[in-house]
């Protein structure tokens, strides 16, 4: 998956963890808690569902960089380059 | 009993399969429209239930609703319709006194069979269990939810009762309001039952799941084509109040609870016990100061398994043979609410105070002659006249027996 395709597929996880919020507007620059609610069970929901989506493991340490869109993207690239589209 | 003690339903706020608020409710129990319908569970052919259909949207964000349960959502729905109805003045009430009780007959095993599915789907890889599965299963997540949807700050709980539990939530509403324990309690009983395959899966297995052609006709109490239990989810919740504090705002006063009563059979896991639900029916009646005489209507638990209802029957002609008591049941229109049961069966009978009729039992066409009441109202609602008490019968499993009795109330 391309950097793209990684931002599309979190914010396809962002929409369904946080039903009511609206995404269009979304900064990849600012941190996702200042843009939405968003909860420490929330942020493990992120983990789970590229667990289960994509088979990408984060270990706990690295949480820190799923702060902001473009900090999560940059970390996943890496993780996710060999990941079909499809996921 | 000293006025302090006298306990008052002020507010009321239900989820039926044929109603989403009392009016509603109460209409359809009079129509003899049935709120049962085909139904689709997880590994299992299809199988009958009955299926609330409600705006859970009404009080919950639609995150809160993912983060929570089916039963949380129909607590936290009953519960702000009570309290809207109730006509507090919510954001005045101190909510360190407010306290939050609600009878389940299980609660859990959706999320657990849930998730259960959903690691199968992973090769049973554990790390795809949802971090979401314990604040969803612990046995408090009804009211649990219901205190932090409406700032609740006081005392809640929930009651595992089995299918006596909604008279249970209503029994220690009571005696927690006489306790001092809160000065407005939010009680009743819950259930989201049919969405474990489980307790399908189970009634199957024990013969007592139910099935009919036409769904509306499944249910059958009393009748010799019964052929057991239809699951139905639901809630029944309302605003108690000890009637001093009740009177002091001017509410208005549904009915007042003025017995109430519980035993045990301690004698099967499953087959009920008419001698111990005989002896828990005239508990109540003592506790209340009256005798069977002083009854109108009955309001039977019968869940349209054969053994239930004979015994239940015996246990009724014991107290009540030879008094005027109208008796209806309530599943036959609805299924089997299980947690919810006992509340939505006392709330859908409480507009007979004000209406004066006793709704039916209804798919009674071919009495059961092991059970035959004399004044059961069969299939179309009955004309009383006048009705000033009724009392609420409601069993469950390991033999658990609940009776609230209610009665208008009058300066």
Redesign the interface.
Known sequence: MTGVEIRQAVLEILERIAPDEDLSDLDDAVAFREQMELDSMDFLDIVMELRKGYRVQIPEEDYHNLNTMQSTVDYLTPKMKDVPVAG | MALDDRIVITGIGLASPNGNNLAEFRQNLLDGKSGVVDYETRYMPPVLAGVCNFDELRYQ???EV??GTRAGSIAVYCSNEAVADSGLNWDSVPKDRVGVYLGITEHGNVETENEIYEISQ?DYDT??W???HNPRTVANNPAGEVTLNLGVTGPHLTIGAACAAGNAGFIQAAQMLRLGECDVAIAGGVSESIHTFGIFASFQSQGALANHEDPTKACRPFDTQRNGIVVAEGGGICTVERLTDALARGATIYAEIIGHAMNSDASDFVLPNSTRQAECVRLALSRAGISAGDVDIVSSHATATEQGDIEEAKALKAVFDGTPAAINNTKSFIGHAMGAAGALELLGNLPSFDDGMAHATINLENPDTRCVLPNLVANEPRNMGEVNCILNNSFGMLGINSVVIVKTYRS
């Open positions: 964000k639609r995150k993912r983060r992973f790390k795809v949802s971090h979401h």
